[in-house]
T-cell receptor, first 110, second 117 residues
């Protein structure tokens, strides 16, 4: 059973702080990794994709991938109340086989 | 440009009735996925279409569920003899053909909220 695990949260951070969201996956052959943001009652929205080890930065967001540890994370700098949402980690194992994690609920406190 | 569209946005049906949910992917996207999300739960993969290849139906929960994709574009998910446990949000996503790493990025439609009474 290929699994993607995330802490369900809620993760609470003060406005302006760095929010760190973590995801682990079980299939060592996983090839592509994605972070989605989902506001309550809305559909998932793609934030970042990452394919190779290391960091990838896009604005206030940084995705980090460590394939040896089977770990991918998302850092949100200068967190804003509008960042409050559920963040879904998704992993592509092979072909178009995707597995989504259960999501981490982030709450940014003003 | 236009994103993924789904219809209807909400559907209330009586137990035992059949329902059809529609998905119109982003123009030029050859891959199309259906997912189900129950209240407070993660995304459950249902079915995947890629071009003219046979669909990957491995996620369909029972033979009451079926899907087709006509002309490589619009897709319809059909649920026969609906049950209360079918109540969920049904999400459709599309992506480009898998010819490069970025082509695996999926873009979701707004979803159809299905309620079976």
């Amino acid at each position: 059973q290929k699994e993607v695990e995330q802490n369900s949260g809620p993760l609470s951070v003060p406005e302006g702080a760095i929010a760190s969201l973590n995801c682990t996956y079980s299939d060592r052959g996983s090839q592509s990794f994605f972070w989605y943001r989902q506001y309550s009652g809305k559909s998932p929205e793609l934030i970042m994709s990452i394919y190779s080890n290391g960091d990838k930065e896009d604005g206030r967001f940084t995705a980090q991938l460590n394939k040896a540890s089977q770990y991918v994370s998302l850092l949100i700098r200068d967190s804003q109340p509008s960042d409050s949402a559920t963040y879904l980690c998704a992993v592509r194992n092979y072909g178009q086989n995707f597995v989504f994690g259960p999501g981490t609920r982030l709450s940014v406190l003003p | 440009g236009a994103g993924v569209s789904q219809s209807p946005s909400n559907k209330v049906t009586e137990k035992g009735k059949d329902v059809e949910l529609r998905c119109d992917p982003i123009s030029g996207h050859t891959a199309l996925y259906w997912y189900r999300q129950s209240l407070g739960q993660g995304l459950e993969f249902l079915i995947y279409f890629q071009g003219n290849s046979a669909p990957d139906k491995s996620g369909l929960p029972s033979d009451r569920f079926s899907a087709e994709r006509t002309g490589g574009s619009v897709s319809t998910l059909t649920i026969q003899r609906t049950q209360q446990e079918d109540s969920a949000v049904y999400l459709c996503a599309s992506s480009l053909a898998p010819t490069g790493t970025s082509s695996y990025e999926q873009y979701f439609g707004p979803g159809t909220r299905l309620t079976v009474t």
